[in-house]
């Protein structure tokens, strides 16, 4: 079997734009730098990826989907906020592609066996190279995606956990 690995998207997974204090989920990608830098992580986040990245044995990836200016954006972020300090996932593990059924390619390559990200067409273009798949945050009536949903941070690590403990 393959050694787990696991990824998580950036947007609305580990950056928390709907939190940001000048409101709105689009502060992180129209607001100035000091705008942008001030928008805060999901609550919980990097306290459990710090958990989840010591079960992996470091085998944790950052893949998001963005254009160049917003992955620039991103990076700063990621600096600012000491996420690979603060998690202990390396500052090397960071992809970026610029569709979302791309991610797939990102997943192939890493060999990635878990992955967190709070789209669903992400989810189907993954399904038949990532097992254990989580739908990430609240969703809209009727979204469907073969995965696990996952409400917040606490819950996604409990199950990642939980199925970690099954291999």
Known sequence: ?????????????????????DGGDTAFFQGSEEVMLATPEMTGAFDAIARLTALFDGQVWLVSKCGDRVEQRTRRWLRAHDFSGRTGVPADNLRFCRARKDKRIHCV??????????????????ADVVPHRYLFGPQRPGTSARAHRVSDWRSAERLITAQLAKR
């Open 1 to 21: 079997m393959n050694e787990p690995k696991l990824g998580v998207d950036i947007g609305r997974v580990l950056i928390d734009g709907s939190a940001h204090p």
């Open 109 to 126: 390559d890493l060999g990635l066996t878990y992955f967190v990200d709070d789209r669903s067409d992400v989810h189907e273009a993954i």
